[in-house]
């Protein structure tokens, strides 16, 4: 009998799922706080209040197992919903990578280095934590945030007011972190699986470049890894183990004179891992549509090497694009706005050498050459 996949959230991340979990003869429901999220257009969707358990029932009554596109839902929808179905990944994990306190303070229960960090509730934490911290520093609110939003830079202890005029309302209602600003070398991602029986898997590290607290561009495998890479999956198994994880989620890290820090987790399929739609054996999306529905693993082997580009504000030309070899479009169907994330692009080839002078290509012909320029630079070797 065919199980249903109720997903809460109706972004780009579950019109992949659907897209990727369709073939396994996956049926799936989606159910948003929007009228018609991009996941709409390839499967049934309902409107809902996340808060609003009588809107939710239908929903609930519908499917088998829920899971998830939007990783804010609040813990008490749930928790409400394991009491009707099967949720994966499950309420504790949701609440923990919900608060960036709860998150670092458990990165370091289980060995994995963070920023120095402290809680803000006033602005006299603010003054004390930064006595402690010092500077730079980065001022977050502890729930909430995404894609850089609710974050504020501190260069000197006189940016205090700065910072708290910014997000000092947020911090009666949710709570903010202080943290220290880590100048790390690069950043990579830890894409990972954990299936229903416990068997745990993860795609090559990958690395990534933000541009205005956005991600912009991704590469896989990341080069130069060899040495973090066997640390970097075990606290991403031990992270999994701990919280009884079923699903795909990500561990973002910094990495500082070959040291890894933890960054923060996403409990859901990641926009670093989008790569694997087009460059992996398996991507995360299936193994993620796999994991809930207590199917076999696939296999997290890459094809090649591959690089991600993400549309920002609006989709450049799609036909210049696909003139380049190996060349993948992802169009979520959104309307454009600045700042939103509207598509991606992966290209790919049989190793890093071949993919660079694609981007190169890619580049040039769509005039994004200042967004590849942090690949461009890499050397080839
Ligand atoms: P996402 O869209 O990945 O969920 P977010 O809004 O939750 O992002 P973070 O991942 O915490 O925010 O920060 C976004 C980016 O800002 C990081 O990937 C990193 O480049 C930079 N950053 C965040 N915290 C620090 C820090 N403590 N030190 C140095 N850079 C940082
Ligand atoms: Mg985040
Ligand atoms: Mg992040």
């Known amino acids: 009998e065919k ?73 008490e929808t749930a928790q409400w919903l394991t009491e009707h179905v099967r949720v994966h990944p499950g309420p504790q994990a949701l609440a923990v990578a919900q608060d960036r306190m709860a998150e670092k303070t458990l990165f370091r229960e289980i060995g994995l280095d963070t920023a120095r960090f402290a809680a803000i509730d006033t602005r006299a934490d603010l003054d004390r934590a930064l006595e402690e911290i010092g500077v730079p520093a980065i001022l977050k609110t502890r729930r909430l945030g995404y894609d850089g939003k609710g974050q504020f830079r501190l260069r000197d202890v006189a940016d205090a007011d700065a910072a708290w005029d910014a997000l000092g309302e947020q911090a009666a209602q949710h709570g903010l972190i202080l943290e220290s600003f880590v100048p790390f070398d690069y950043e990579v991602s830890v894409i990972a699986v954990r299936g229903r029986d ?15 607290g956005i991600l912009s561009l991704s590469l896989a495998p990341a080069p130069g890894t060899e040495a973090i890479a066997d640390t970097a999956f075990a606290h991403a198994r ?42 992996a054996v398996t991507s995360q999306f299936q193994n993620h549509v796999r994991a809930v529905l207590g199917l076999p693993l696939g296999d997290t082997a890459v094809r090649g090497c591959s690089v991600m580009f993400n549309w920002i504000g609006a989709m450049p030309d799609m036909a210049t694009a696909l003139a380049v070899d190996d060349v993948h479009w992802h169009d979520y169907g959104k309307s454009p706005r600045p700042g939103r994330k509207v598509g991606h692009a992966t290209v790919c080839g049989p190793d890093f050498a071949t993919v660079r002078a694609r981007v190169q290509a890619l580049a040039e012909a769509l005039g994004r050459v200042e967004q590849a320029a942090p690949l461009l630079e890499l050397p080839v070797s």
């Open 3 to 75: 199980q249903v996949i109720g997903i809460l959230g109706g972004g780009q991340l579950a019109r992949m799922m659907v897209l990727e979990g369709a073939p396994l003869g996956a049926a799936f429901r989606i159910v948003d706080t929007a009228e018609t999220p991009c996941a709409a257009q390839f499967a049934p969707t309902e409107r809902a209040d996340w808060r609003d358990l009588e809107a939710l029932a239908p929903f609930a009554e519908a499917i088998d197992v829920a899971t998830f596109d939007f990783e804010n839902v609040p813990a």
């Open 238 to 279: 031990t992270l999994a183990e701990r919280l009884s994880y079923v699903g795909v989620f990500a561990l973002e890290l910094f990495v500082k004179d070959g040291r890894v820090l933890g960054n923060e987790m996403a409990p859901r399929v990641h926009n670093s891992g989008h790569w694997t739609y087009d460059g």
């Open 198 to 212: 416990g068997d745990f898997r993860t795609w090559p590290l990958t690395r990534n470049w933000h541009a205005d």
